[in-house]
């Protein structure tokens, strides 16, 4: 049954049970606890837990400090694009250099906050950064299904099967091995 009872009426059946239960003598929790357990699912031992109040709070995805800002991924952008899109790990080697080189030919003016924060930036965390731009530029990924088919169609000679090729070289007159 508790695959039919949503995670909000199993809290407002928690809410509404909890005083009565921890008001109720030891007989009287054991027919509590028991409708209490078929009706939402729950483990015996969670369920007495959350009737006693001991309930965890909420989980909410938990926001850290934002430190890279729009102008940090601006610049991250154009040094990627300029770099010819290359990987996190690579482009993290190659930041300083390419710095300097766009700023030196007037390509690209970043403050100096900016300039420490890209420095900084860890290869993951470039990764992460350039995934939104990344995702529409590589596109999907392709299905193998057509190549099956090609390579039934098309002969291919592979390493075992050259033995037996003759090569026929046309010599002129002048060149004649004896």
């Known amino acids: 049954m508790s695959k039919h009872v949503s995670l909000k009426t199993r809290r407002e059946l928690t809410t509404a049970i909890s005083e009565r239960y921890r008001a109720a003598n030891r007989q009287s929790k054991k027919a509590i606890l028991d409708e209490f357990v078929k009706v939402t699912g729950y483990h015996r031992k969670h369920a007495i837990r959350t009737l006693c109040g001991k309930q965890m709070a909420e989980h909410k995805k938990p926001v850290g400090k934002r430190i890279y800002h729009a102008a940090v991924d601006e610049s991250l952008i154009v040094l990627w694009e300029a770099a010819d899109r290359i990987c996190g790990k690579r482009l993290k080697a190659l930041l300083p250099t390419l710095i300097e080189a766009m700023k ?37 990924r392709r299905k193998k299904r057509a190549l099956n088919r090609v390579r039934k169609l098309v002969a291919v000679k592979t390493f075992a099967d050259w033995g037996d090729v003759r090569i026929t070289v046309k010599m002129s007159s002048d060149f004649a091995l004896s």
């Open 104 to 140: 030196r030919h007037g390509h690209l003016r970043l403050d100096e906050n900016v300039r420490e924060l890209l420095l900084s930036m860890s290869a993951a965390t470039i990764d992460r950064r350039l995934q939104q731009v990344r995702a529409p530029a590589f596109g999907a």
